[in-house]
């Protein structure tokens, strides 16, 4: 018998409109580990809003057990995480001001333009500092813990047996050999030999129980953006991994969407009618995690706030009239490029390092936050030089 391509290889395929109106209206919608992690990094705003679109489901909502074990257990963590996070960049924004603090350093900036980067150095810090103490109060008062015990009330399914759990484990280390989806990129975790290396099939597996019981397609919200649940090529995110698509339908003859959180914002505006600002749409997805190292990522975190801060407070300092300063000649500028590039290509050797091996000494990222560091001093004053150059 003869066959078509889109119905015999229909994993291959993505979903018709029709199909995708269909399914947001009537799917369960399942939210990944890291997407209830994800409300400690938010602004109060966006995490509100997300929580909302989250309760506008209804009953159409379901966590599996795992999910919500995993971040009951890593909420502190995330916690630490951020607080850390608005730490070291209080220690940024402290380190900006030495290098501008003399004018031997630095004769290209006038008095007049250290006295008003003092200032505006001291208004991003008092904002740093209130972001600090509002993550470190929740350790004791967590509003997100509490808002989830909330919206989660007979939504989490069953949990597995320790049986259950060992056969799941050595299923996962067959699949993994042969680099069967999802979770084998988490394989350098088995030598922990607690089972946290097969969490994401956990999980899979309970969404998989859940849909073949209760005959229900779903809607799956994650922020892993690894290449063992996403097609990637070239570095582009294509959609989900075939294989995925085709064991969901076969074992449980239902179909199965993926989003990461910023889609899945964007898409209940089109598909449900429920408005969400492009701004916070925005935010979500600068939010997410790009790279798979956890540390990788907090760092890029940084880089990316204190840039955001650099660029505020030197918006104004570029607006100013330079007749007066003492900025330094055309080769001062080549010669910070030319000192640019070099940190640049060492960063990007760096990050190619860890996102090409699991296990990376620690010294490596060590090296790359000093190298972030003098990348943004450098920024500085290619910003300052070319101003100067540009009048």
């Given at each position: 018998?003869?066959?078509?391509?889109?119905n015999e290889f229909y994993e291959h395929f993505k979903l018709s409109e029709t199909e995708l109106k269909e399914l947001w209206e009537n799917a369960t919608?399942?939210?990944?580990?890291?997407?209830?992690?994800?409300?400690?990094?938010?602004?109060?705003?966006?995490?509100?809003?997300?929580?909302?679109?989250?309760?506008?489901?209804?009953?159409?909502?379901?966590?599996?057990?795992?999910?919500?074990?995993?971040?009951?257990?890593?909420?502190?963590?995330?916690?630490?995480?951020?607080?850390?996070?608005?730490?070291?960049?209080?220690?940024?924004?402290?380190?900006?001001?030495?290098?501008?603090?003399?004018?031997?350093?630095?004769?290209?900036?006038?008095?007049?333009?250290?006295?008003?980067?003092?200032?505006?150095n001291a208004e991003v810090k008092r904002e740093l500092e209130a972001g600090k103490e509002f993550q470190e109060s929740r350790f004791v008062n967590d509003d997100v813990r509490d808002k989830l015990v909330e919206i989660t009330?007979?939504?989490?399914?069953?949990?597995?047996?320790?049986?259950?759990?060992?056969?799941?484990?050595?299923?996962?280390?067959?699949?993994y050999k042969k680099s069967i989806p999802p979770g084998f990129k988490d394989k350098a975790k088995i030598?922990?030999?607690?089972?946290?290396?097969?969490?994401?099939?956990?999980?899979?597996?309970?969404?998989i129980e859940y849909a073949k019981e209760n005959k229900k397609d779903v809607v799956f919200i994650t922020d892993d953006n690894k290449e063992d649940w996403w097609l990637i090529s070239s570095g582009k995110t294509v959609g989900p991994r075939p294989e995925l698509i085709?064991?969901?339908?076969?074992?449980?003859?239902?179909?199965?969407?993926?989003?990461?959180?910023?889609?899945?914002?964007?898409?209940?505006?089109?598909f449900l009618k429920s408005d969400v600002k492009q701004e916070i749409i925005n935010e979500v997805k600068d939010t997410s995690s790009y790279s798979a190292d956890e540390f990788t990522r907090r760092l890029d975190?940084?880089?990316?706030?204190?840039?955001?801060?650099?660029?505020?407070?030197?918006?104004?300092?570029?607006?100013?009239?330079?007749?007066?300063?003492k900025l330094k000649s055309l080769n001062s500028l080549r010669k910070v490029r030319s000192e640019l590039?070099?940190?640049?290509?060492?960063?990007?050797?760096?990050?190619?390092?860890?996102?090409?091996?699991?296990?990376?000494?620690?010294?490596?990222?060590?090296?790359?936050?000093?190298?972030?560091?003098?990348?943004?001093?450098l920024e500085i004053s290619e910003s300052m030089l070319k101003n100067y150059k540009n009048q």
């Open positions: 018998m003869l066959v078509s391509m889109k919608f399942v939210f990944d580990t890291n997407v209830l992690l994800n409300f400690y990094r938010y602004s109060e705003e966006s995490k509100n809003k997300f929580i909302e679109k989250i309760e506008e489901l209804g009953p159409r909502v379901w966590y599996a057990h795992h999910s919500i074990n995993e971040y009951l257990k890593n909420r502190l963590g995330e916690i630490q995480n951020q607080k850390s996070l608005y730490s070291d960049a209080l220690k940024d924004m402290e380190n900006l001001e030495k290098v501008f603090e003399h004018e031997r350093k630095h004769p290209f900036i006038t008095p007049k333009l250290l006295k008003k980067m003092k200032s505006v009330s007979k939504k989490i399914g069953e949990s597995y047996s320790e049986e259950e759990l060992i056969k799941i484990y050595d299923e996962g280390a067959n699949r030598s922990a030999n607690d089972g946290s290396a097969y969490g994401d099939l956990i999980i899979w597996k309970q969404i085709r064991e969901f339908y076969t074992l449980t003859n239902r179909k199965i969407q993926f989003y990461q959180p910023f889609q899945f914002l964007k898409f209940i505006s089109e975190e940084q880089a990316a706030k204190i840039k955001k801060m650099k660029d505020a407070a030197f918006e104004q300092f570029l607006k100013e009239d330079f007749s007066e300063s590039s070099r940190y640049r290509e060492r960063k990007l050797h760096f990050e190619n390092m860890i996102e090409n091996h699991d296990n990376v000494p620690s010294d490596v990222f060590f090296e790359l936050k000093s190298i972030n560091e003098k990348i943004l001093r």
